[in-house]
């Protein structure tokens, strides 16, 4: 569904659908209304009989009682505390029951709140309130649907909810292990499970993939072709060992080093072992169980089989494919930002399966291999440009690699060019979440890299390995690029340490151009968009022209960048003695960033030898005590309740319902005698950790009038989304 807008009094209110999430933005025909603004109060009514309930927001004032305040609602209800920001991503809730989030139509209601002359926010004024009405769902269009991980590993909400060092998978793991197993303790010292992680950080990613795959399982008419370069999460390998006892699916898994036997030479020790990965151990599983052991292909073409990919199809005929950034791993889909497309269209479908019987007739070795790489980037697949017809998908192309070297620079040259025209285009924007934007040739990367610098445009992206950083500083319209990977991250206290990644986080390979314009467009799929892949790799790069699926990309890349830039401030060097003498004399923009995305695996031949142990994914260890204690103490320095830094990012944690209803009676506080029959959908406690980092709402308008300032980045973005 397209944008729902509502107006009233000059007061704009827009709301996006996302997926599962909803992005809400606010505007003022009228400029002169941004004055005195304390911000806005945002309701929410499900579907149903449940009454609507106030957004929280986990800053609050520094004086709450000096301000207009509904006793009968908590002190971090928006309607007492009430969002200082011009857009605000909402995601699907719960009922207040509990249970599974509620897809429908949600009806939100904002309302912009106002300072008297000293600094004091009034009482709500209804008569200022917009509503719109708009559908909260995962995300589709037309045949095609969409999915995410959550990918907030690095967060406050999964140190609440699972522990600051709980490991997503066991210590040494086999191939299969029960993901009901006991992975930890919460922040309430509470057992959890693996499975409720992966519930969790899976999201809508996990939910397509397993439907998709359990709709094979489940019937025993259909068969299953797959690409996998990551593969090790334990109930897909189950199920795809189940469908080869049965001789219902062909698999293409990659051969690179890192998933064949190898030797890794320790650089401290100097000592080499033999590592074994679990891919290794996918296949002798297959070997032992299949019904035709064929059906299983090692190859890697000159480089990687990156390809992440699900063919279905029924007596010969394809009917339906996923494909996306997404591997079939417990880090890429619970810890990695990652996205899948499902197509649910036959002439998609039949396409894939082209490809994919293509790649397993040119795969005649599991060696990297440049002729075979040579022999796809030659057929037809790879030199022409599919382009779908299909009436129920939007506009759409799709490229296969490997590519020659000649289509892959007219390739990657016209996505650069694409975003070099956003700059000469009228509220121009360029949003994406790429791995990384160094270590590799590429003119995406080069472009990317620098397009935060033009201030003719909106810019937003993230990175694990960016090249560098620029944060949003107000006064100036210059870009945001952060690194989802920011080094020992330090908040003040009393907030909790973040979990440190044990691999990438932005794993995602999407750009979004011309967002809310008239011709936008996203670029994702498995594609890492550089010159070595394009020419090497396995790979499929989908360029989809629909407003819907590039807005709900844009909001993923919102989301993402504002987390990353809360947490890229608080970054700091590993060493206590460049936080005792750097940190404090260093803008926060200027603070230690990886220069650096990890680099993967040269292919190599096979190795015998002893195989070594498999350490867990888990949450990396903060360094010294030393070094934590001067970096937090550096931290706390640069704590100001003023700055506009402290805004805590819609990504920090999904809003979760409460057990039941608060009290709906209403004690007057100053000048109010309107009764609120409103309750409050209130998360695990951060407001207390907020308030002891002196973290508060502004008390005068200066945070709205950024918004009307026209050499402030939030005036495009205001521009650009309300």
Request: proline share 6%.
């Amino acid at each position: 569904m397209a944008v729902v807008s509502n107006s009233a009094q000059n007061f704009v209110v827009k709301a996006y659908p996302g997926d599962n999430k909803t992005l809400l933005a606010f505007n003022f025909s009228d400029p002169g209304l941004a004055k005195e603004l304390a911000g806005f109060s945002i309701a929410c009514k499900l579907p149903g009989k449940q009454p609507a309930f106030y957004l929280f927001n986990f800053l609050a004032f520094q004086n709450p009682t000096a301000h207009v305040q509904v006793s009968s609602e908590p002190a971090h209800s928006t309607l007492n505390a009430p969002i200082q920001k011009y857009r605000w991503v909402d995601f699907a809730h719960a009922p207040s029951s509990g249970g599974a989030l509620v897809a429908g139509n949600y009806t939100y209601t904002v309302t912009p709140r106002y300072f008297d002359g000293n600094g004091q926010m009034l009482a709500i004024d209804a008569t200022k309130s917009v509503s719109v009405t708009v559908p909260v769902g995962p995300s589709s269009s037309g045949a095609l649907n969409l999915g995410f991980t959550r990918a907030y590993m690095q967060s406050q909400a999964y140190a609440r909810h699972f522990g600051s060092s709980t490991p997503v998978q066991p210590a040494n793991r086999p191939l299969h292990f029960s993901t009901s197993a006991p992975a930890g303790k919460n922040g309430d010292g509470q057992v959890v499970t693996f499975e409720q992680i992966y519930e969790w950080m899976g999201e809508t990613a996990r939910l397509q993939i397993f439907d998709v795959l359990n709709e094979v399982l489940n019937d025993a008419t259909l068969q299953l072709d797959v690409f996998a370069y990551d593969l090790n999460e334990p109930k897909i390998a189950s199920g795809f060992l189940t469908l080869a006892k049965q001789g219902r699916i062909r698999i293409i898994l990659d051969s690179a080093t890192l998933h064949i036997t190898h030797p890794v030479k320790n650089k401290k020790t100097g000592k080499t072992t033999i590592e074994v990965p679990l891919e290794e151990d996918f296949e002798k599983a297959w070997n032992q169980t299949a019904k035709n052991q064929g059906d299983l292909k090692r190859g890697c073409f000159a480089r990687y089989a990156h390809d992440k990919i699900f063919i279905v199809s029924k007596d010969g005929v394809a009917t339906k494919v996923l494909t996306g950034s997404t591997n079939f791993s417990v880090t890429g889909l619970y810890v990695n930002a990652n996205h899948v497309l499902v197509f649910d269209e036959p002439t998609i479908a039949e396409f894939y399966a082209n490809v994919f019987q293509e790649s397993w007739s040119v795969l005649t070795s599991d060696k990297p291999t440049k002729p075979i790489a040579a022999a796809f980037a030659g057929s037809a697949l790879a030199t022409k440009i599919f382009r779908s017809t299909a009436a129920n998908l939007p506009k759409m192309t799709i490229r296969v690699s490997p590519h020659t070297t000649a289509d892959t620079t007219a390739i990657l040259g016209a996505i650069q060019k694409r975003i070099q025209s956003e700059a000469k285009t009228q509220d121009g924007s360029v949003l994406f979440a790429v791995m990384q934007l160094t270590n590799s040739p590429s003119p995406v990367y080069k472009t990317l890299a620098g397009v935060h610098g033009t201030t003719t445009l909106f810019s937003y992206g993230i990175s694990d390995s960016p090249g560098g950083i620029k944060l949003y500083a107000p006064g100036s319209k210059t870009g945001v690029l952060v690194t989802g990977k920011p080094s020992n991250v330090i908040l003040p206290p009393p907030f909790n340490k973040v979990p440190s990644l044990p691999g990438h986080e932005i794993h995602d390979k999407f750009v979004v151009c011309g967002v809310n314009g008239p011709d936008p467009v996203v670029w994702c799929g498995s594609s890492n968009l550089a010159t070595g892949g394009e020419e090497s790799n396995g790979d499929n790069l989908l360029e989809i022209q629909d407003p819907e699926i590039a807005m709900t990309f844009a909001i993923e890349a919102l989301l993402l960048v504002d987390h990353y830039n809360f947490l890229d401030r608080y970054a700091t060097t590993a060493k206590a003695k460049a936080a005792k003498r750097g940190a404090a004399k260093k803008s926060a923009s200027t603070a230690a960033v990886p220069r650096g995305a990890q680099k993967k695996s040269t292919p190599a031949k096979k190795t015998s030898g002893t195989k070594t142990k498999r350490k867990a994914v888990t949450p990396s260890k903060a360094g010294k005590a030393k070094t934590n204690r001067a970096a937090k103490r550096t931290a706390a320095k640069r704590v100001s309740g003023r700055t506009a830094s402290f805004r805590i990012p819609d990504g920090v944690a999904r809003m979760m319902a409460p057990s039941k209803q608060s009290a709906k009676k209403q004690v007057k506080t100053r000048s109010t005698s309107k009764v609120s029959r409103k309750v409050t959908q209130m998360p695990q406690s951060l407001e207390k950790a907020a308030k002891q980092a002196a973290m508060f709402l502004y008390t005068d308008d200066k945070w709205s009038l950024r918004y009307f300032d026209p050499n402030d980045l939030h005036f495009v973005e205001r521009k650009l989304f309300g």
